[in-house]
């Protein structure tokens, strides 16, 4: 059984700080890699993709994979209450199949 | 805006109905995957599907539920009987293909279940 592993918070930081969440994952034999934000009663909604080993930037969000480490994270930074939400960490394996963390819940305090 | 679209929002059945749930994926879109969520809780998957055909159901329970994704029309999923322990999200989502394609959520279908 492939997994994938969050801590599942809350995470809570100030305003303005720089949130960190982190993921690991079981299997080696892994394609992409996905956060997605979920907020209260909604669905979740993709926030990045990453591919490949290395930082990848998008505004205020940075996602770090490390491969051999089995590891991504997301980086928050300028963190916003309208940031506090459910972060959920997914793992595509071959043949399409999508695995999902249970999700960290980050509170963003004003 | 061609986003993937679920009916109805929110379904009301009591024990031992039939609940329908569909979804048609988003425009270009012919992989589909539905998931379960309970309060609080993570996203469980149930069943990924392409066109008139089941890849992979291993989520699935083995009774009372089933999927289907017909040449034409939405994908639907089935839960016959149902049980108070069934009242959950279930949200359905597509992607284009399986190259690093991401999930694209739909807004999710609340069963409860009285």
């Known amino acids: 059984q492939k997994e994938v592993e969050q801590n599942s918070g809350p995470l809570s930081v100030p305003e303005g700080a720089i949130a960190s969440l982190n993921c690991t994952y079981s299997d080696r034999v892994s394609q992409s890699f996905f956060w997605y934000r979920q907020y209260s009663g909604k669905s979740p909604e993709l926030i990045m993709s990453i591919y490949s080993n290395g930082d990848k930037e998008d505004g205020r969000f940075t996602a770090q994979l490390n491969k051999a480490s089995q590891y991504v994270s997301l980086l928050i930074r300028d963190s916003q209450p309208s940031d506090s939400a459910t972060y959920l960490c997914a793992v595509q394996y071959n043949f399409n199949k999508f695995y999902f963390g249970s999700g960290t819940k980050l509170n963003v305090k004003p | 805006n061609a986003g993937v679209m679920q009916n109805p929002r929110h379904l009301v059945r009591r024990r031992g109905q039939e609940a329908r749930l569909r979804c048609s994926p988003m425009k270009g879109h012919s992989h589909v995957y539905w998931y379960r969520q309970l309060p609080e809780e993570g996203l469980k998957f149930m069943v990924y599907l392409q066109k008139e055909n089941i890849i992979d159901e291993s989520g699935m329970p083995k009774e009372r539920f089933s999927a289907e994704f017909p040449k034409e029309g939405p994908s639907i999923l089935r839960i016959q009987q149902v049980v108070r322990g069934d009242s959950a999200a279930y949200f359905c989502?597509?992607?284009?293909?399986?190259?690093?394609?991401?999930?694209?959520f739909g807004n999710g279908t609340r069963l409860t279940v009285t």
């Open positions: 989502a597509s992607s284009r293909d399986g190259n690093n394609s991401p999930l694209h």
